[in-house]
């Protein structure tokens, strides 16, 4: 296993497996998980760099967090479902999940002032497409998106809108495993970070989502579990969010460094994860993975690993940094 990975990975719960332990490593902090748990990487480089172009580019008008009077935005976003035969793309892509799916969006980014809307969806059977994206996601350089997965780059330059102002979610079967919801490749300032890279768009941007993880899924016990929170997640990536814990950090699993560059989240060493096993939001106790430090782990936080029901909310310091991320990098003007 590489020492660090370089997707934003949610490893949400496995649909069948209760207790399968898979050992991944995240920077230097190896952390055995439970199924419910996930563990997620992203290449220190990248942080960094993107993180001093954010810096030098946002000029006044993006300077000031306290200005939240953000314009109302609405952001387009295609659904592309790839399934296998047409049986399997009739049951993991029906319209009402892709509705509900819609409605959680909706909900989640509203006090960020962001409405989506469904500008397209398309259905393909491609046996590759639907089996091999994620393939060998945990060794590839994490460097070199561009000699990633080639199956999973063709489709999305044969599906992708070509706009960066335009959300395209991949709905596949992931092969890492059902534990695997979901993916992005990149931070957007990274297409900004070198030009070369813009013009890598087509093949990397957009999300890789797991077809477990939109809601209404036909199996009743993974509906209670997936509730359309990992592309909320995801989208929190794709706009250039990190997460709550871990990576910005020194050594992950340590409580120093950057962290996420957000305020108002507290210092949190490692995600919210294993052995939890909330039902309802009173459940959710959160852990203190940083004690000397002021704050709870951010278990309400979309951007941690908590379980779907205990996911509800960005905080100001989030909201603020995805609409100026947006407006630098996505053409998606914050005010
Ligand atoms: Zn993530």
Redesign the pocket.
Known sequence: MRSSLFP???AALALHVAKVNSAFTFGKHDHSHSSYGGS?GIHPTQIASTEEHFQKHKGNRLSDSHNTDYAWATIAINFHIVGSNQTVLDIIGRDERIEAQMKVLDEAYAPARIQWKLANVTRTINETWWAKTGEGLFDEDPTRPLDANPSEREMKESLSARDSSVLDVFVVDLVPGPSLGGYVRTLPGWYADDPKHELERDQVDGVILNWNALPLHPQPSAAEIFTGKVLV?EVG?WMGLL?TFGHGHEAPGSCEGPGDYVDDTPTQAYATHGQLTAKTLEQCIPQDSCPDIPGLDSINNYMDYAPEVCQHEFTPGQIWRLRALLDLYRQIPAY
């Open positions: 934003f990975i949610l997620c997640h990536h997460h």
